[in-house]
């Protein structure tokens, strides 16, 4: 591998310490970023509309001065295309919206150029964020689907082409693209973040994503997207004290290298010391994953009020969702927000003990084809709940037919509104499958 060719896969910690140190420059990366888009675009397909390389140049170094004084240095980042960008079009994966073009920014893009970002373009989103994907294939595996709905954001990660994106969770859409792709993936707690300027589908489920290739990097987005002063280095890991291990039966089915996985960590981390207990919900979480549905649909059936007066050029998954919630009682509805506050009350009182719940992301490997974008449902309660979760990827073992070295994810949940506790936990989780190899 040249040198050029691997600075464009440095984490972006990394990446600003190397350019702090001398090492490298702001514009060796950026030009490295592009070769690689260059050279994989075609076949992965992870841009909606990105800036030419001229064309990105030409401004970094209009406002050059700016950006080398700035947190992130002028490098580049993929905004997903529900994500409202000033000077880019916002299509959100629809027929409907071709061409669209917002008069600003969301406000965690103005955020990110305000901290030195310079977003590169609109990655693939499927239509709405919901089910219908778009033209991106997994850069693992190109026969494979990348996973939905910030299906572009997870690809332009995963293939090194930057280092760094914004996607958005209703369901799965952060952690299951990120799990099929192979980065870490994070949802922070509802409400963490402003989604002015996002488009919404679920508003009681909506919650803003970031893909990135180390927890550091997706940490240091996160105080970022707060608007908060925080140095470039991430606080600590910290060894967790006890882990609850919520295997994949709870939440619906999981495939064979997945409930190896979850034991397998299960045993690395009695190895290190930390306790482990089964959770145990009667049930209640695979609920959660028919409450999270009736919310979803009784929302977005309000939600996209406009487009349904174009159901002809919606697809038949995002018609059939409309017309369950359109067909829902508003007490069907209510019921289904009550369960989630009660769950999560539940959750927190019977696991006071706790430093996170160890899950699946997602019920296997990346399935193959491009017509889905996989099973939502390990997602599905910890989003009803409105918890944050972090994704970290681990790899399948040798010798399992056409899934070897294949990623997978494990996801950890943490409390609502401690989202630094949970990046503690999860960057010393991180450190422990480096070393496993695993």
Known sequence: M???????IMGLSHALLAIERGECTALDIIEACFDRIEA????????????????????????????????LKGLPVGIKDIIDTYDMPTEMGSA???????????????????????PLGKTVTTEFAYFKPG???NPRDLKRTPGGSSSGSAAAVADGMVSIALGSQT????????????VVGYVGSRGEYSLRGVQPLAQSLDSLGVFGRKVEDVQLMRWLLSRHQQPLRAGEPRKPNRIAICAGEHLGDTDPEMQFAIKNMEAVLQRHGV????????GLLLK????????????????????????????????????????MGYASYLESLQAAEVTRGWLWSRYDDVDAVLAPAAPGVAPLGLEKTGAPHMSRPWQAMGLPVITLPVITLPGIADR???????????????????????????????????
């Open 2 to 8: 040249g040198e050029r060719e691997s600075l464009n």
């Open 40 to 71: 994989r675009e075609a076949q992965v397909g992870a841009w909606q509309y990105r800036l030419d390389r001229e064309a990105y140049l030409q401004h970094y170094h209009r406002y050059r001065e700016f950006y080398e004084s700035s947190r």
């Open 96 to 118: 409907i919206h071709k061409g669209r073009q917002p008069v600003d920014d969301a406000s965690c893009v103005a955020l990110l150029r305000d901290a030195g970002a310079i």
């Open 135 to 137: 033209k991106t294939a």
């Open 171 to 182: 369901a799965a859409s952060v952690i299951r693209p990120a799990a099929y792709c192979g």
């Open 275 to 282: 306790a482990t207990i089964q959770l145990q919900d009667d």
């Open 288 to 327: 959660m994953v028919e409450h999270h549905q009736r919310i979803m649909a009784y929302e977005v059936a309000r939600n996209l009020a406009y487009e349904s007066l174009h159901r002809e050029t919606l697809s038949e998954p995002l018609n059939a969702l409309i017309d369950m919630g359109l067909a």
């Open 404 to 438: 070897e070295s294949l990623p997978l994810g494990i996801q950890l949940i943490g409390r609502a509104r401690q989202d630094d506790a949970l990046f503690s936990v999860a960057r010393w989780m991180e450190s422990m499958i480096a070393k496993m190899g695993f």
